[in-house]
């Protein structure tokens, strides 16, 4: 360390400045200077005011800024600018704006030179910054960036008690989702950027965690690839992979749902929690706008969809308090696609990188998932509370380890669901699809 801080020195005489100069640009200054350079700011009495910087807090992980906002600007407005103020921290005009946290990332053996002028074009640790709203902007600097692969271990299923599931790892903390608080979630996000991967982590934990208690009816409309895995598994009651199989599906819960109802009310139970029951259906949708009628041209599919969506949406709004839980996932978030009755119950919400300002206001009513780094497996987490997760990644070696206790060689789902014909389901209950006009 005395070595290291006097070759500081011993550079910084070389640069012919004093590293620690006071009067060096402060990041609570820079963060105002680059307000105002990128128009963030508002005419006053004649005179032109940025960002105030109320107060600023040093924690393990960075710096929290606290700035007031100038009459006539909003969060929105500073929102937008994000990615500049966030390049602008990372840009090094001089030496002088190196700080001694970027010092301390110098490898003394390695080509000083070259590192400095990495240092300097933003290279190296890039700073990420948070911001959030709450009367005042709150922009949190962090020193590092979040890691880009947390591997989903033996650990991480221990870790899960009751109904969560592990979504991550945020800056300071591990975040979990609990079913039980929270029932349904939307998980949305462009393509390959880690939305089946998460839903086979929740498969496998909660299948894992509660083998006696758990049913599973996964909707796989991607060709049913990613829940293939998970089909000869004793409590999965079924994969579909298309719209009829789904519908097939979807009445059986319906009536479930409807019987458990009728016996709720009769008994006066108010939810699953006061009637003791632990059986919890989980219903997993992985590519659910495969069954929005939006665009669909062939008149009976569309008939299909459309049951489907009135079947989902009623799930979402009466089936949380029946034990029924909704996992909501789409690639293609759009009013049409994300229904207001599924949005409006699901109050988490997983939200991986997006195109667009507009997809990421569908599923979050804010902008932000078009903004997150190109990282897979990066994702904003929100409920009453939002938090940025590096999701974990898990396996399918892995995977196919937890899940062998549970496989049974069942007969073909098809001789249960198969369309157009009455067969007896699983659990004893006679499906025949016919589709009427409503
Ligand atoms: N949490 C993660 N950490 C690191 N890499 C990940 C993570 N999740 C996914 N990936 C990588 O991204 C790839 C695509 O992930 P995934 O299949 O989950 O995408 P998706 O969002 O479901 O895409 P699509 O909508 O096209 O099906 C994976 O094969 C894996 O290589």
């Known amino acids: 360390m005395v070595l290291e801080l006097a070759t500081i020195s011993v550079m910084a005489g070389f640069f012919g400045f004093t590293i620690f100069d006071k009067h060096a640009a402060s990041e609570a200054k820079?963060?105002?200077?680059?307000?105002?350079?990128c128009g963030l700011s508002v005419r006053d009495g004649g005179k032109l005011v940025t960002l105030h910087l109320l107060r600023k807090t040093h924690h393990k992980?960075?710096?929290?800024?606290?700035y007031r906002l100038p009459l006539g600007l909003s969060f929105e407005e500073v929102q937008k600018k994000q990615r500049t103020i966030e390049d602008g921290l990372n840009q090094k005009r001089g030496l002088l704006d190196l700080s001694f946290d970027d010092l301390k990332k110098i490898q003394w053996k390695h080509d000083l030179l070259e590192q400095l002028k990495n240092m300097m074009n933003g290279g190296m640790r890039r700073k990420e910054i948070l911001m959030n709203y709450d009367g005042a902007l709150q922009i949190q600097v962090y020193k590092d960036p979040m890691p880009e692969l947390i591997p989903f271990t033996e650990h991480t299923l221990q870790s899960c008690?009751?109904?969560?599931?592990?979504?991550?790892?945020?800056?300071?903390?591990?975040?979990?989702h609990n079913f039980e608080s929270i029932p349904?979630?939307?998980?949305?996000?462009?393509?390959?950027?880690?939305?089946?991967?998460?839903?086979?982590?929740?498969?496998?934990?909660l299948l894992h965690n509660h083998p006696e208690y758990i049913r599973f009816t996964l909707i796989d409309l991607k060709g049913g690839l990613a829940f293939n895995r998970f089909s000869n598994v004793s409590q999965v009651l079924t994969v579909a992979k298309d719209a009829q199989e789904t519908l097939i599906a979807l009445r059986g819960i319906h009536e479930d749902i409807k019987r458990q109802q009728v016996e709720f009310l009769s008994k006066g139970f108010e939810d699953v929690r006061e009637a003791g029951y632990k059986h919890r259906h989980f219903i997993v949708i992985d590519e659910a706008a495969e069954i929005s009628i939006?665009?669909?041209?062939?008149?009976?599919?569309?008939?299909?969809?459309?049951?489907?969506?009135k079947i989902i949406a009623e799930i979402a709004r009466i089936g949380g308090g029946l034990g029924y839980?909704?996992?909501?996932s789409t690639q293609y978030p759009t009013a049409d696609t994300l229904p207001r009755q599924v949005?409006?119950?699901?109050?988490?919400?997983?939200?991986?990188?997006?195109?667009?300002?507009?997809?990421?206001?569908v599923v979050l009513d804010e902008s932000g998932a078009e903004k997150l780094p190109f990282v897979k497996g990066r994702a904003i987490y929100q409920t009453d509370r939002k938090y940025i997760v590096q999701t974990p990644f898990i396996e399918n070696q892995f995977i196919d380890r937890i899940i062998r206790p549970y496989i049974t060689i069942k007969a073909r789902k098809e001789e249960y669901y198969e369309a157009g014909t009455a067969k007896q389901t699983p659990e004893g209950r006679s499906h025949t699809l016919i589709i009427e006009e409503a």
Request: proline share 1%; with cysteine.
């Open 30 to 37: 820079k963060i105002q200077r680059i307000a105002a350079n």
């Open 61 to 66: 992980w960075g710096t929290e800024y606290v």
């Open 161 to 176: 008690k009751g109904w969560t599931v592990c979504l991550g790892e945020s800056r300071d903390a591990v975040i979990y």
């Open 184 to 205: 349904h979630m939307v998980v949305a996000g462009t393509t390959r950027y880690g939305k089946s991967v998460f839903l086979k982590n929740t498969v496998t934990t």
């Open 294 to 309: 939006q665009g669909e041209p062939l008149k009976e599919i569309k008939l299909i969809k459309s049951e489907c969506e």
């Open 325 to 328: 839980r909704l996992i909501f």
């Open 343 to 361: 949005k409006q119950n699901c109050d988490a919400r997983l939200c991986f990188k997006l195109q667009t300002d507009t997809a990421s206001q």
